[in-house]
Every structure is written in C-alpha cells, then in structure tokens.
DNA sequence: GTCATTTGACCTTG
DNA sequence: CAAGGTCAAATGAC
C-alpha cells in the first residue's frame, strides 16, 4: 500500500493554501465589483470571477483529497491481496470483504429523511461501536452497468429522526439527475446553498452564500435571500420541491431561478468569506471529501 | 421466477 | 485484535 510522504503531504498542502489564497483575492475582486453599479462593471463579469473562486476552492480541494486518495489501494486489488502470504489462500478474483474506507471522491449530508430519488439497493448492514444505531450500506441499483455509487446512512441519536448520509462515488448511471457534485458545509435546509459562515446566524441566511444551479450552470454567485430563490413563475409544486432540502439537486425537473440581490450585499457576505478562507488555512481542521468536477 | 432485504462470515485497515 | 466494509446464501415479498 502506498503512503503519503511527509514532503509530499506538505508540498500539496502548501499547494491547497496558495489557490485558497488565491480565491481570497479573486473573492474580494468580486465584492469590489459588486459593489459598484451594474454598468460599471467593465469586462470582468460577477459570474466568472465566481467561477475562478469555485476553481480555486475545487482545485485546493482536490490538492488536499489526494493526500488520502494515495493511501487507498489500487483498484484492481491485485497488489494489496497477493501480499500477506501468512494468512488463508484467496483468490484473487474473489473480492470478498475487499473495501476502500472513505475515498476522495465521497461527501456527506444529514437530512431528516433517506431519500435522495435515486434507487439504492441495500447490501449490508453494521452495528457501528458507540453508536445506538446499526449503519446500513447501499449501493446504486444500476451496479450491474457500472455504476460504483455507493452511500452508507446511520440514523443520528437524538429527539429527531435525522440521518447522515455518506455517499461514495458519484453516479454514472443514466436513472436520473447526478448526485451534487459538491457540499461543503451545507445548509441543511437548502443544500444548493453553500454558506461561507458569518458569525452571525440569522446574517447567514440572508447573505453571503453561493447558490449552486446543480441543474446546468454549475455555479451562479450571488447574495440571494432564500425566499427569493422562487421565480415568481414558479408552480407550487415547484416550489415544493424547494421545500425539500435535497430534491433539486438530485432530481428536479424545475430549474430554479436565482434573483441576484445586489443592493443587498454587505460587508458581512464576504467577510464571510474571509472568515472561511482563513480557517480552511487550518487543513488539519478540514472536513471535506469530494472531487469536484 | 425475479428482485430486494437480512444476516453472518469474510476481509482490510489501523 | 477491534472496528468497519463487503459478500453472498438464505429468506421474504411481489
């Protein structure tokens, strides 16, 4: 098995920390911009500099999921399976038992409900250690045409019935819309919102988040009020489905409309901002898995 | 008969 | 060795 040097480890965190830096600059570039009059905007548009944050945050973040990824073995299995020769014969063919712990490719999400409109099939089920509840494992029903989707769910302790969720690859199977392909720290009530967190919380829901259209564009910046988030336009039925914290970005037909609210923008937006770049500078800190597309 | 779930064994990782 | 992820036979539902 293969294992992260130290120099190494460092040289990609050193990486991660530049093109986050560098998301800080091009964030405060943007609320320069946004906080000028709209036809004075000059060449550089609010949408690509929002683009050119979400690289950077993607490509840091892919920096610091690779430290991981190195340690997990290789596919095939081959390797991992044909070395510990003291213990009982296998076959190599047999996979049996054979799993990658947490990959780079692997997000969470807590919800008060499991579903996500995509068909799982259940495949096992664990008692976790300190847990009150067993976790059960699914993966995609598309397996047997290569979909690798897998997700795991454990019901939280507490008063409410709430459920982690861990996903591990995205889909690549035609049964509906991907899974998102990004979360950080989601808004567990709109997880299309992605909350650079002020310090104040009721701030937060009204500014400084980023709304991600999982739909087509993969990202359109803006402060948005979560209220305005539905065109007028928009069905109740549609708006339903707003409702439901996960159900746009796993299989909506209603593409969303985000009114941009630039008369709302205050300091405190990307202050925000500010304020989660410096702490992601804490990488040891950093509860992130995914690639990013 | 087909497909999904359950469950204990098997396996890897740390 | 403990904990956790996966497999596959047994079982159940339709």
Same mark, same amino acid.
């Given at each position: ?166 996903? $591990? ?100 937006? $990307? ?8 702490? $992601? ?13």
């Amino acid at each position: 098995m293969g294992s992260l040097s130290f120099d190494n480890f460092h040289a990609r965190k050193r990486n991660a920390m530049v093109k986050l830096v560098k998301g800080k600059e091009i964030a405060v570039q943007l609320q320069t911009l946004l906080r000028e009059p709209v036809q004075d905007r000059g060449p550089v548009s609010a949408e690509k500099l929002a683009f050119q944050i979400y690289r950077s945050f993607s490509d840091s973040l892919s920096e610091l999921s690779s430290c991981t990824s190195d340690q997990i073995p290789a596919a095939d299995g081959a390797a991992s399976y044909g070395d510990s020769g003291s213990k009982k014969k296998r076959v190599v063919k047999d996979r049996r038992g054979c799993y990658k712990r947490r990959t780079s490719d692997s997000w969470e999400k807590i919800s008060p409900s499991m579903e996500d409109n995509y068909a799982w099939r259940k495949y096992g089920q664990k008692t976790i250690f300190g847990a009150d509840y067993p976790r059960s494992y699914f993966r995609c029903t598309h397996k047997k045409e290569g979909c690798k989707a897998l997700k795991q769910v454990q019901r939280i302790k507490g008063d409410e019935v709430m459920y982690q969720t861990t996903y $591990l690859n995205h889909h690549t199977c035609n049964e509906t819309l991907r899974a998102p392909p990004l979360v950080l720290d989601s808004d567990p009530i709109d997880p299309n919102l992605i909350s650079f967190q002020t310090s104040n919380p009721s701030e937060q829901d009204k500014h400084g988040q980023f709304c991600i259209n999982s739909t087509k564009k993969p990202l359109v910046v803006s402060s948005v009020k979560r209220e305005e988030c539905v065109s007028e336009d928009v069905s109740n039925e549609a708006k339903s489905t707003l409702e439901d914290p996960w159900h746009d970005i796993t299989g909506l037909e209603y593409e969303p409309v985000w009114a941009p609210y630039q008369d709302e923008v205050e300091s405190t937006t $990307l202050h925000g901002l500010d304020m989660e770049v410096d702490q $992601l500078c804490d990488i040891q800190n950093f509860k992130y898995f995914d690639q990013m597309y």
